[in-house]
């Protein structure tokens, strides 16, 4: 599988697990502190194939990731759930412990933020939905972000990332309904 975008990963072993999975080119931040070279380089990229930013679903991954699409506008997201993302005896956690078949799947993924946000779901919607405040508000906003391919996130980041991604109302009540019926089931 040829991905056309180059792709934002962490560093070196991150490049190596991409390698492993498809055939792609990537730009490697070389962690948290992304300097203005980094930046030039998604620039351009951006400019002239696309870009896909593929971080570790940990607080330095989202720090990249909202300090990238900050500065360029317009790239595609991949996330990858903390469970596909934890290495084999539980040390460590990021898209180089990844399964072939996992970095695959979020790349088939990948959808870009909008800056333009229009509100179709409200706080009081998540509030309502048991998403945000509660009791198993967590358990749920991990599944939804599954079922929507949007990360996981804590509960004021559900709200601005269900609008950046254009999340439509029915999209959200059939991704609340099947996390409900998880619910049930357990």
């Known amino acids: 599988m040829r991905i056309k975008e180059i792709i934002v990963v ?18 490697e931040t070389n962690g948290s502190a992304v300097n203005q070279a980094t930046i030039e380089k998604v620039l351009r990229a951006q400019e002239t194939r696309g870009v896909i930013i593929f971080t570790d679903p940990d607080f330095p991954g989202e720090k990249i990731r909202k300090t990238i ?3 360029v506008p317009g790239c595609k997201h991949a ?4 469970e596909a993302a934890i290495a084999k005896g539980g040390r460590g956690l ?48 991990i599944i939804l972000g599954k079922l929507l391919k949007i990360g996981y996130t ?6 601005k990332r269900l609008m950046m991604f254009q999340i439509s109302r029915q999209e959200f009540a059939q991704a609340l309904s099947v996390v409900r019926q998880e619910e049930q089931n357990e």
């Not at 560093?11 to 990537?26: C, F, L, P, S, Y």
């Not at 870009?112 to 009791?135: F, K, P, V």
Request: charged share 35%; glycine share 8%; hydrophobic share 35%.
């Open 10 to 27: 962490e560093g070196k072993d991150d490049t190596t697990a991409i390698k492993r999975a498809v055939d792609a080119d990537t730009i």
């Open 69 to 71: 699409a900050t500065a």
């Open 79 to 82: 996330f990858l759930t903390k």
């Open 94 to 141: 990021g898209v180089e412990h990844a399964r072939p078949e996992a970095i695959k799947e979020a790349l088939k993924d990948a959808q870009i933020m909008h800056e333009t946000i229009s509100e179709e779901i409200t706080q009081e919607d998540l509030l309502t939905a048991g998403l945000i405040g509660g009791e198993g508000a967590k358990e749920r906003r």
């Open 154 to 159: 804590n509960g004021k980041q559900l709200h």
